[in-house]
């Protein structure tokens, strides 16, 4: 075990988070804490801030993240006149009041709780609305939700790597199945297969496999991370390169259902190997000294950023999200959202070799044709990878600054 952290640990609860040294991000970016938000001291990073009154855009990060991972697009955000705040969300970076225990009761980090988090940071800064929540990876759930649950706060929202297809839905029609059953007629289509019976069909494959999320929630998967024998630094850096447009591996293409089988397709980064943690899953493709060099979107100066946040709090806090997203307890009180839609204006971002797009067969198709009423357009990024605000940050802020332009147009008209 390193050090400087101990994952038995809770992480420290007072909201007296330090700022980021001022010197690793971009002129006009600066880094503050602000506490009393839901129970944390939030760490966040914030361009646009000189103007008063300017529309608020916030900007939510994923798994393993940060705050940092929106630096290439914050400014060039705040040019054309936002004002752009990303935090470190629950679990990650300079934020504190959260439990970094894997012990303990997980349900600080339950979707809904998040969407709190970034609900009492929008009331924080003293505004009633904001223009656009926009989230990446495991933050496009938040923001999804954050859309879904207060629409009257964030007006419109843009989705990242990760498509939204909806809340979970209601077992309907149940007494009317039951008895049809009962007089032997055909029973409905069953609904996509259960996650008990998913890990079976996967641990039954050729050779036995298993799902990343179900990874993610086991005792081990923070040490193994953490403490891995390439290094923390090594071990980040294959994984960024693996799920980047920089890997040949992601030649990326719809799946055909949720089946062990079809899933088995994905990489191995996402259908693990039955025996194999995350670390020796992606050291088999470390780059070389002259691909890491060669890396423009994430430079070593950058790496050592993540390398330095990660190795003092652990992983987690970012794990604890997965463990809730794989813990039925934690997912019911979703199902009062049964059916709900988003209606505010949305859009979908993402790399065209990201196979994040895909990795939930069907989710794309249902935020295109329920999930979201309002989508303005689905923007496949040629060149990148999972890590789209950063391996094609112009073309991702020219994206988000149509989108941003056309919804501020529409709703001028209609005012």
């Not at 505004?127 to 933050?139: L, N």
């Not at 309907?172 to 059953?181: I, L």
């Not at 036995?208 to 005792?219: A, E, G, I, L, V």
């Amino acid at each position: 075990m390193s050090d400087d952290v101990n994952p038995e640990i809770p992480a420290r609860s007072a909201p007296t988070a330090d700022p980021l040294d001022a010197h690793l991000l971009p002129a006009g970016v600066r880094s503050r804490c602000i506490d009393g938000i839901n129970g944390l001291g939030m760490h966040c990073l914030e361009a646009g801030f000189e103007t008063p009154g300017q529309p608020l855009l916030v900007l939510l990060h994923g798994f393993p993240e940060l705050a940092y991972s929106w630096r290439k697009v914050m400014t060039p955000l705040a040019a054309a006149g936002y004002h752009v705040i990303a935090p470190d969300q629950r679990g990650y970076g300079r934020t504190l009041g959260w439990s970094g225990t894997y012990d303990g009761d997980i349900g600080e980090f339950r979707l809904l709780n998040l969407v709190r988090d970034v609900l009492g940071l929008v009331a924080a800064l003293g505004c009633r609305q904001a223009a656009a929540v926009i989230g990446h990876d495991f933050g496009s759930p938040v923001a999804a939700w954050c859309a879904l649950v207060r629409p009257d706060v964030f007006r419109s929202v843009a989705l990242l790597s990760a498509p939204f297809s909806g809340p979970p839905e209601l077992p309907f029609n149940t007494h009317a199945n039951h008895a049809a059953h009962a007089n032997h007629t055909a029973p409905a289509a069953r609904p996509r297969t259960s996650s008990s019976n998913l890990q079976q069909a996967l641990a039954g494959l050729s050779p036995p496999r298993k799902h990343y999320h179900d990874y993610y929630s086991t005792p081990e998967a923070n040490a193994d991370m953490l403490d891995c024998p390439q290094g923390l630094g090594d071990f980040l850096r294959a994984y960024y390169h693996m799920k980047s447009a920089d890997w040949s591996g992601n030649l990326t293409f719809p799946l055909s259902g949720w089946t062990a089988d079809a899933l088995a397709l994905l990489p191995r980064y996402y259908v693990m190997d039955q025996g194999k943690g995350m670390a020796e899953t992606v050291a088999a493709e470390m780059p070389s000294r002259a691909q890491c060099a060669a890396c423009t979107w994430l430079t070593d100066a950058e790496l050592a950023v993540y390398r330095t946040e990660f190795a003092r709090t652990g992983f987690q806090g970012g794990l604890n999200w997965y463990r809730c997203r794989t813990d039925p307890r934690q997912n019911d009180e979703l199902l009062l959202y049964s059916g709900r839609t988003i209606d505010v204006p949305s859009c979908f971002i993402a790399g065209r070799q990201d196979w994040g797009v895909y990795q939930s067969p069907g989710a794309l198709e249902s935020m295109q044709s329920k999930a979201c009423t309002r989508l303005h357009s689905t923007s496949l990024i040629d060149g990148a990878g999972h890590w789209v605000q950063q391996e094609q940050a112009a073309a991702v802020t020219e994206a988000l600054l149509g989108f941003l332009a056309d919804t501020q147009t529409t709703r001028t008209s209609l005012s």
